[in-house]
Structures are given as C-alpha cells and as structure tokens.
C-alpha cells in the first residue's frame, strides 16, 4: 500500500497534476511514511494534575480515556501538529474563557481535514505535519 501511494505521487508529479512537484512530494511522503510509523507513548496524565476546577477535571478524563482507549487504536491521521484532541484539552487548560476555548476547538475541529491547502500553515519538520500552536 504504501509503495502504491509513493508511485502514485510520482505519476502525479510527472503529468504535472502537482504544482511545486518537489517540495510536495517529499512533504506528502514524509506524511504517508509518518502513518505507518508507531507513535510514541505520551503520558497524559500530566493534564489531570493541571485541573483547577470541575470543567477541567471533566474534560481532562474524557481525553485520557479518548487517548488512552480509542484513538490508541487508529494511524495517527491528523493533519496537524499538536493533534486536535491535544490542542482541544490544552485550550481548556490554557482559555480564561470556557467559552472561547469552545469556539476555537471548533474551528479546529472544522479545518482539520486532508484538504488543508499547503502554504497555510508552516510544516512541521519532524513529523512533517501542518504546525498550528494555540495562540493566545
């Protein structure tokens, strides 16, 4: 499978079907090779320690069950770096406001597709993922 991806983006970027052929092409098979990579064990539970209220404490277990039971079981496909479950438990650990940190986990949630149009965001050199940090 994986070699199949591999000569399908070469075709592509031999009929010219990809504009900036190159940078893509290594960009899109350091993607594919990152999906059959093993992830590294996180210890999560250094975001139940940081709860200061009940929204918090919440919220952090359900991540650590999401991490630690379900999404343990997939490839690891987001497009971005931090991943969106880890970006959302960080906006609710960092947002002053609940409700903020709501609306950004949505957006979130709303651009995180394989679509994601390249030169919107900067490319993570290690994972070789789009980089989008929270801001405050």
Same mark, same amino acid.
Request: proline content about 3%.
């Given at each position: 499978?994986?070699? &199949? ?10 009929? =010219? ?15 594919? /090779? ?6 590294? $064990?996180?210890?999560?539970? @250094? &975001?139940?320690? *940081? ?7 919440? &919220?952090?277990?359900? &991540?650590?069950?999401? $991490? ?10 987001? @497009? ?5 479950? @880890? ?7 960092? #947002?002053?406001? +609940?409700?903020?940190?709501?609306? +950004? ?13 390249? =030169?919107?965001? +900067?490319? /993570?050199? #290690?994972? =070789? *993922?789009?980089?989008?940090?929270? #801001?405050?």
């Amino acid at each position: 499978m994986k070699n &199949f991806l591999i000569l399908a983006l070469i075709l592509l970027s031999i009929l =010219g079907l990809v504009n900036d052929c190159n940078a893509q092409l290594t960009s899109y098979m350091h993607r594919v /090779d990152s999906l059959f990579q093993p992830s590294e $064990k996180v210890n999560y539970s @250094v &975001f139940a320690k *940081k709860n200061k209220n009940e929204i918090e404490s919440t &919220f952090s277990t359900m &991540f650590i069950i999401y $991490k630690n039971f379900i999404s343990s079981q997939d490839i690891d496909a987001c @497009v971005f770096q931090p991943s969106c479950s @880890v970006y959302a438990i960080e906006c609710i650990h960092h #947002e002053k406001s +609940k409700i903020t940190a709501f609306l +950004k986990i949505s957006d979130r949630l709303m651009r995180c597709h394989p679509l994601v149009s390249l =030169g919107t965001y +900067k490319i /993570d050199e #290690e994972t =070789g *993922k789009f980089f989008d940090p929270i #801001e405050n």
